[in-house]
């Protein structure tokens, strides 16, 4: 019974999400997928509705009024929610940590990667040749030689960040 209701519902969910759905800025795929929600919740605890399409045209026109009410309330971040450029003491002070953890953990890297590394965070913002110059191999291993020892900084990181999740 159940998939035969949802098998006749479809079409005419297809047909009326996407009738409505732009005229709220949402998807009619976000629509159709909160409208089945709601007619599976139905169905766990009233059973199938007495007017299948009516029900579903209903669902519809609630759902669009919910996202609309929803849209309006919502407030868009007045920068992205990563950016650290927010200068208040707090994120200077965390900037700052991430910043020595990172430096502390390249001294740490094995063979020329500390060098390497060192050479890439520089402020000086030194070219690949200058780099390569500088350590002593071609430029074209340097992509090569650079990819490896992130690889070992993100191996020598991964503990270090879990730990601090675990206690903040």
């Known amino acids: 019974m ?5 098998s006749t519902l479809r079409p005419l969910l297809t047909a009326e999400a996407s009738a409505e759905a732009h005229a ?11 409208v089945w929600l709601r007619l599976l919740e139905h169905l766990a605890t009233d059973g199938p509705p007495l007017d299948p399409q009516g029900w579903l ?14 849209t309006r309330r919502e407030q ?12 208040g003491p707090e994120q200077l002070a965390l900037t700052a940590a991430r910043h020595r953890a990172l430096r502390e953990a390249v001294h740490r890297l094995p063979g020329r990667c500390s060098r390497l590394l060192q050479a890439l965070l ?3 913002d030194l070219t690949y040749r200058e780099i390569a110059g500088e350590l002593g191999i071609s430029q074209g291993s340097l992509g090569p030689e ?6 070992c900084l993100r191996r020598l990181l991964t503990p270090e960040v879990a730990a601090r999740g675990a206690r903040g």
């Open 57 to 70: 045209r209903r669902a519809v026109r609630s759902e669009v009024r919910r996202t609309r009410r929803t």
């Open 2 to 6: 159940t998939s035969d209701l949802l």
């Open 76 to 87: 868009p971040y007045r920068s992205e929610p990563a950016d650290d450029t927010d200068r």
């Open 146 to 151: 650079r990819s490896r020892c992130l690889g």
């Open 24 to 34: 709220t800025g949402t998807e009619p795929a976000d629509l159709e997928q909160a």
């Open 122 to 124: 520089s402020p000086e």
